[in-house]
């Protein structure tokens, strides 16, 4: 008996984590609806012209944080970082969207 419960619970604890129950877990949710609009901290301002290209266009370009890929229908954490570059992208892997956070 011992050994189902473990199982059940560490079962529970991992459908809770996944669904954003977790006390403490960052929320999760639509770019548009989690990340508010930032200022220009992660360098976005000079990377207008790589929208509409593929992702691998950003590949060595120097930027201050980290960059997210967002894919369509994909869910973001509210752990914003001004310097974080997110990309926005169609499902042909394009980029539909440059933002900080």
Do not use: Y
Request: with cysteine; glycine share 14%.
């Amino acid at each position: 008996m011992t050994g189902d419960l473990a199982k059940a619970l560490t079962l529970t604890l991992a459908v809770a984590a996944v669904s954003g129950c977790v006390p403490g877990a960052p929320p999760l949710g639509p770019p548009e609806q989690v990340i508010p609009p930032m200022g220009d901290d992660c360098g976005v301002a000079r990377l207008g012209g790589h929208i509409g290209r593929d992702l691998a266009s950003l590949a060595g370009i120097p930027l201050p944080g980290d960059l997210r890929a967002i894919r369509p229908g994909q869910e973001v954490t509210r752990d914003l970082s001004p310097t974080r570059l997110n990309v926005q992208l169609d499902a042909g892997g394009r980029i539909l969207r440059l933002f900080c956070g």
